[in-house]
């Protein structure tokens, strides 16, 4: 009597034990499908937001390379008529060195500001 009172325990744990394992097998694919789609999700506003910001770094990687490049040819265009002062060969070259200096100081100041709105931007991209 105890031998079949025992052999009834172990056939109910073991039918209880395969149910258990079937509802976690279940459980857990309808839990791998859902994971499965907000990975999906996921990759796709990821994808979207690296493009945005790829897109926002070249806007200001040109912005901040054409006004590099005008403070270079300011920068130039002083040189040539410092150098023409330095021969006297033009009289009027001088109020075109001062109005050549005032422009380049401008230049240099915008300059100075894209390099800041650059820079914060990359730390607001990279702190989101």
Do not use: H
């Amino acid at each position: 009597m105890a031998g079949r009172e025992r052999r009834r325990i172990l056939v109910g744990l073991a039918v209880a034990m395969f149910l258990g394992v079937a509802v976690y097998f279940r459980l857990w694919a309808i839990d791998y499908s859902v994971s499965s789609d907000d990975s999906e999700l996921l990759r796709r506003q990821f994808d979207l937001a690296n493009k945005e910001a790829m897109d926002e770094s070249a806007e200001w990687r040109m912005r901040f390379d054409e006004e590099a490049d005008k403070a270079s040819k300011c920068a130039k265009e002083l040189q040539e008529i410092k150098e023409s002062i330095e021969r006297k060969d033009d009289p009027t070259s001088f109020n075109k060195l001062a109005m050549l200096q005032k422009e380049n100081a401008a230049l240099l100041k915008q300059v100075e500001a894209l390099k800041n709105e650059l820079q914060a931007e990359k730390l607001r991209c990279r702190s989101q």
